[in-house]
C-alpha cells in the first residue's frame, strides 16, 4: 500500500510540471493582447474546449459566458479557450462572443491537443479546471 502510494504522490508532482509547461505559452484576449501565463499567476484555470460547428457547443458556450462574467473575478478565475475548429476564420468568428482568452491558432494542433489529451476528455463541449498551485 505504501509503494503505491509513494508512486501516485511521485506522478501527481510529475503531472503537475507537465501542466505548468504546457501552459507556458502566449495567448490572446479579444481585444488582441498577449496574455502569459505569469499573467495567470495564483487564479483558476478552466480550459474550455469546442468548436463552432457543434450545436451543443453553440447551446453551451453562451451559458458558460454567462456564469463566467458573473463571477470570474471573484472567483479568481479565467477561462483559457482551445478551439476546436476546423479553419482559423470559424475559429476566430466564434471568440469574437467570448469573454475569455484563447490559445492561439498556430497552437491548436500540437500544444491544444495535448492539453485536449492531458485533461482526459473525450468529448466537446468540455471545461477541465486547473488549481493556482
Known amino acids: 500500500?505504501?509503494?503505491?502510494?509513494c508512486f501516485l504522490l511521485a506522478l501527481t508532482g510529475v503531472l503537475s510540471i507537465d501542466v505548468k509547461s504546457l501552459l507556458d505559452t502566449t495567448y490572446?484576449?479579444?481585444a488582441g493582447n498577449n496574455v502569459t501565463l505569469s499573467d495567470l499567476s495564483g487564479k483558476y484555470i478552466g480550459l474550455y474546449f469546442s468548436a463552432s460547428w457543434y450545436d451543443n457547443c453553440e447551446v453551451y458556450t453562451p451559458k458558460l459566458a454567462?456564469?463566467?462574467?458573473?463571477?470570474?473575478?471573484?472567483?479568481?478565475?479565467?477561462?483559457?479557450?482551445?478551439?476546436?475548429?476546423?479553419?482559423?476564420?470559424?475559429s476566430d468568428q466564434d471568440f469574437k462572443d467570448m469573454p475569455w482568452i484563447?490559445?492561439?491558432?498556430?497552437?491548436?494542433?500540437?500544444?491544444?491537443?495535448?492539453?485536449?489529451?492531458?485533461?482526459?476528455?473525450y468529448?466537446?463541449?468540455?471545461?477541465?479546471?486547473?488549481d493556482p498551485n
Not at 468529448?123 to 486547473?130: E, G, K, L, Q
Open 123 to 130: 468529448f466537446i463541449p468540455a471545461v477541465t479546471m486547473i
Open 66 to 90: 454567462k456564469v463566467y462574467n458573473k463571477i470570474h473575478e471573484d472567483k479568481n478565475w479565467v477561462i483559457i479557450w482551445v478551439s476546436e475548429d476546423h479553419t482559423e476564420a470559424a
Open 28 to 30: 490572446t484576449d479579444r
Open 102 to 121: 484563447r490559445l492561439n491558432w498556430n497552437e491548436k494542433s500540437t500544444r491544444g491537443k495535448s492539453m485536449f489529451k492531458l485533461s482526459k476528455q
Open 1 to 5: 500500500m505504501k509503494i503505491v502510494l
